[in-house]
């Protein structure tokens, strides 16, 4: 199986290179926003405790479209790494 996207009919390299670009927009126009929220959810942390990656879970998977909800859940990840 080859991942070239050389050996993909000419269809197939335009429907992901269209993928692609609606990815990065969504990406450039949504990481502020994105940014602001986890920073939210993590400011919660202290205040929840125990319960707080359960209600972090709840609020992502709450999120839509899934792709913002990823790059929420990215940015979580980023500043619990950077708090230990």
Partial sequence: MSFNLADK???ERAALE???SRLFELWQNNLG???GEAARLFGERAKRKGKWAEWVRAELDGMSPP???NMVRSEVN???AASK
């Fill in 78 to 80: 980023r500043l619990m």
């Fill in 18 to 20: 269209d993928e692609k």
């Fill in 67 to 69: 792709e913002y909800s």
């Fill in 9 to 11: 009919p000419l269809a």
């Fill in 33 to 35: 926003k994105a940014k």
